[in-house]
């Protein structure tokens, strides 16, 4: 399978954010800040062993989630923000994002 990047991009100010692929939760962290000057928090690349993948990401404190499936049979590139209403919102591109 290819590759999955998952960036946590706008909108994060101190969470605890858990990703979890097909309900197995493989990456957790606490404290997550955007950094304003580029727009992110934190990158995440794996490889998924399945052509669809299962996403699910959740802000503990802020009891907000999203779930979504993404093609992984070629590369994919997911950007997730929080908006200002405080949901979280998600974007895929097969090319990476770009940061300054």
Request: net charge negative; aromatic share 8%; with cysteine.
């Amino acid at each position: 399978m290819a590759r999955l990047c998952i960036d946590l991009q706008e909108g994060f100010a101190g969470d605890t954010v858990v990703i979890s692929l097909h309900g197995k939760e493989f990456f957790r962290e606490a404290n997550l800040r955007t950094r304003l000057q580029i727009g992110l928090a934190k990158s995440i690349a794996l490889e998924p062993d399945q052509a669809l993948t299962s996403v699910e990401i959740h802000l503990v404190e802020r009891k907000v989630s999203t779930a979504f499936a993404v093609d992984t049979s070629q590369p994919a590139f997911v950007g997730v923000s929080v908006d200002p209403g405080g949901s979280l919102v998600h974007r895929v591109s097969r090319e990476p994002f770009g940061y300054v």
